[in-house]
Structures are given as C-alpha cells and as structure tokens.
C-alpha cells in the first residue's frame, strides 16, 4: 500500500485527488491551514475515513514541511497548496511568493533532507506561459503576467532543478483552467453558474464582472487529478501539459451557463473595472498531446458541457438552501 502526501487538500484539486487515492487503496496525508473556523468542506464527506490523516502545517512553515515529510515518510507527494487566485496575487504579492514560489521550494528540500524514495508532483499552471500566444505546450516560451504566475514559474524551475541536480522523481504538470461544482467562488466560472442559478431562482438580480473576451481553456478537474496521479507512474520523471485543447471567452461561457438556467446573460450581466487585472492573460489554448501520447491522458468534458453541469449543481444547492 503507497502513502501519498497532499498539499492543498482542503481545496478543489486536493478533494478530488483525496477522493481518487483514497480508492485506490492509499494512505492519503493532507495538510490543512489552521484557520479560526474550519476551512474542510470539500473534504467533510471524507472525514470519518480510515486512511485519510490531516496535519496541520503551511507552506509559509519550513519546519512543519520538514517535519511532516520526515514522519510521514510519502511515496508520492503533490504540492497542490498555493495562494491561486490571479487577481488577488497583485494584492498580495509577497505572501503569494512565499507560499507558491518558496512554500515549493521548501517541500522539496524537506523532501531531499529527508533522503526518500519519494515522488515529487508539483502543481504548475498555463498562467506561467502569459502573454504567449496558443496555442502553448510543453515547448512554448514562459512570460508570466502577474505575481501568481511568476511564483509559479519560480516554483516549476525548481522542481527541474531538484530533478537534475538530485536525481528526484520531481514532475511539473502544466495544467490549463479546470473547473467543477468545488470551484472557488471568486473564479469567473463558478462566479457565473452560482450567478445564473441565484438569478433563475429569483433571490439575485445580476452578477458583475471584468474582461469577458478572455480566451480560456476549462476543463474537468477530477479528469485532471487523474492525469496527476499518471504522471507520477510513469518510468521517467517529465513534464505534462494538461488541457481540452478548446478555447471559449468568457462571454460564450456565461451564454452557455445563463441559457441553460433559461436565462438571457445580456439582460443580468454588468461591467465592473475592478474585476479586471493589471496585466491581463488574453488566451490560453492548451495542446495536451504529449500527455495524451506518453499518458493515454485525454479530457473528455468540454467548456460548454462544463457549465451545464456546474450550473445543474448550483441549481440543486441553491434549492437545498432555500427549501431549509
Ligand atoms: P484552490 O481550490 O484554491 O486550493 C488551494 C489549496 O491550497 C487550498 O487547500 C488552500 O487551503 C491551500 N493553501 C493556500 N495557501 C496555503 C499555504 N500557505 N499553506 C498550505 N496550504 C495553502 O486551488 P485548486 O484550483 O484546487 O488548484 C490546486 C493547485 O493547482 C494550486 O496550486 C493551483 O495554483 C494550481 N492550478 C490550478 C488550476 C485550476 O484551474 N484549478 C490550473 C493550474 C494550476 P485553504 O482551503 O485553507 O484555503
Ligand atoms: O479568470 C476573467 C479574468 O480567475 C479567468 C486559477 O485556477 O486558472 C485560474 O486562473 C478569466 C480572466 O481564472 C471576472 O480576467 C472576467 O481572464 O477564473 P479566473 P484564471 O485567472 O484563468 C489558472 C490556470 C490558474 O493556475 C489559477 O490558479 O476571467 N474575468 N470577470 C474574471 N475573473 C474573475 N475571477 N472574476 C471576474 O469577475
């Protein structure tokens, strides 16, 4: 039986990838924030688990990463844990540095200290590739554009050199946008579809937001944590891009979102500059066919099937909410 150590288990990823070794049979170690009110509803359902074991630690913590590393002794880590909200990095650009760009760093090397056989999976993003333009794979030229993506090139680069320099089994998955009803609610897909459900319902009017003609490409995350898990049962460590290949602005995803709520996303949406970035990423366009050759990883859900069903499990949760 493997042990696997978890970073950013209370989040998106972390619930989903949780969920997916806990079924194939592994001890699952996460660690958690500490905070004044507990931060785990992603993972309640998982709770009473026998083999899920949550610590507290930060990134921001060196000796809490070096000493869990050294108790838990992890066959595979995935350092999932990050401050991962574009807009709010240029707020907090220090702390995003420290927790994304050192907070890796720190891992790795309590993993190095620690002399494992330990699997390394470190969550990059296709906001490190900026303002190049798609479509981006493994070859294309990094230019991050906001103190989040910069952080995480920091972070990718350190993983190859822990990789080179130490012989690590350190891999760099180079994730496009992937979302799911467990989406943060400050993200532009789950703003829309908990929008489109309020508004359907009638307990909402209208929802503001920033740049609509932002090109993303969104797909699945639970289908995206199992390309985690692929990446980290390979014979060689390497890096993969992960992605639908499709493109959509954000107007045609509030299209697809409102219309299936029955709604006209013209009649209930609003502009607000404050919802937009200093330096903006136009367009990201993923080409995962490397993954799709060397992993047999593919994406099968699509950006406009993706809104459908998060506007469906908004709609429930707002009816749950309402009927109490
Ligand atoms: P998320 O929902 O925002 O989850 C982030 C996780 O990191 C949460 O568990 C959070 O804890 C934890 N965290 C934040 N600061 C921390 C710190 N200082 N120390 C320890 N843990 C900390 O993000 P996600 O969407 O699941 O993404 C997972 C990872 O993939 C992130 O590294 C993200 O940057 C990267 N990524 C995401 C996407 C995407 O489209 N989702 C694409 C490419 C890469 P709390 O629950 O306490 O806040
Ligand atoms: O923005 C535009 C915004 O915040 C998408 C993170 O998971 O994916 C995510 O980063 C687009 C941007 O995601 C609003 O300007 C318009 O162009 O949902 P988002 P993101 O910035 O792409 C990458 C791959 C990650 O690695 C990150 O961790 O939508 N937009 N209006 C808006 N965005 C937000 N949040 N809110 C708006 O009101």
């Known amino acids: 039986m493997k042990t696997a150590f978890i970073t950013g288990v209370t989040g998106q990823d972390g619930s989903y990838l949780a969920e997916l070794l806990l079924g194939k049979g592994y001890d699952v170690h996460g660690l958690v924030r500490r905070s004044s009110t507990l931060n785990r509803s992603r993972i309640d359902h998982l709770h009473q688990h026998e083999r899920l074991h949550l610590h507290y630690g930060d990134l921001t913590d060196g000796v809490s990463l070096v000493n869990l590393v050294r108790s838990i002794e992890p066959d595979e880590v995935y350092n999932l844990g990050a401050m991962s909200h574009?807009?709010?990095?240029?707020?907090?650009p220090d702390y995003t540095a420290s927790t994304n760009a050192i907070g890796t760093l720190r891992l790795l090397e309590a993993v190095r200290a620690a002399g494992l056989d330990c699997r390394f999976y470190q969550a990059?993003?296709?906001?490190?590739?900026?303002?190049?333009p798609p479509p981006q794979d493994e070859t294309s030229m990094f230019h991050p554009r906001s103190p989040y993506g910069s952080s995480k090139l920091q972070a990718h680069w350190v993983?190859?050199?822990?990789?080179e320099a130490y012989d690590l089994f350190a891999v760099s998955g180079i994730l496009f946008?992937?979302?799911?009803?467990?989406?943060?609610?400050?993200?532009?897909?789950?703003?829309?579809?908990?929008?489109?459900?309020?508004?359907?319902?009638?307990?909402?009017?209208?929802?503001?937001?920033?740049?609509?003609?932002?090109v993303r490409d969104w797909g699945y995350a639970p289908e995206y944590v199992e390309g985690m898990w692929r990446m980290l049962q390979q014979d060689e460590p390497d890096d993969f891009v992960m992605a639908t290949g499709e493109g959509h602005t954000v107007r045609e995803f509030c299209d697809a979102a409102f219309t299936h709520a029955g709604l006209n996303w013209e009649e209930h949406v609003r502009y607000d500059e404050s919802f937009t970035r200093p330096s903006e990423v136009n367009a990201l366009?993923?080409?995962?066919?490397?993954?799709?050759?060397?992993?047999?990883?593919?994406?099968?859900?699509?950006?406009?099937?993706?809104?459908?069903?998060?506007?469906?499990?908004?709609?429930?949760e707002i009816n749950r909410f309402l009927a109490r």
Do not use: C
């Open 86 to 92: 574009v807009k709010v990095s240029f707020e907090m």
């Open 124 to 132: 990059s993003t296709s906001e490190m590739f900026g303002s190049t």
């Open 159 to 163: 993983t190859v050199n822990y990789r």
């Open 177 to 214: 946008n992937h979302e799911s009803p467990r989406r943060g609610e400050n993200f532009v897909t789950r703003k829309i579809t908990k929008a489109a459900a309020a508004i359907a319902a009638g307990v909402q009017e209208h929802v503001t937001l920033g740049n609509l003609d932002a």
């Open 285 to 316: 366009i993923g080409d995962a066919s490397k993954a799709h050759r060397e992993l047999g990883w593919k994406a099968h859900t699509t950006a406009l099937d993706l809104a459908r069903l998060m506007v469906d499990a908004d709609v429930e």
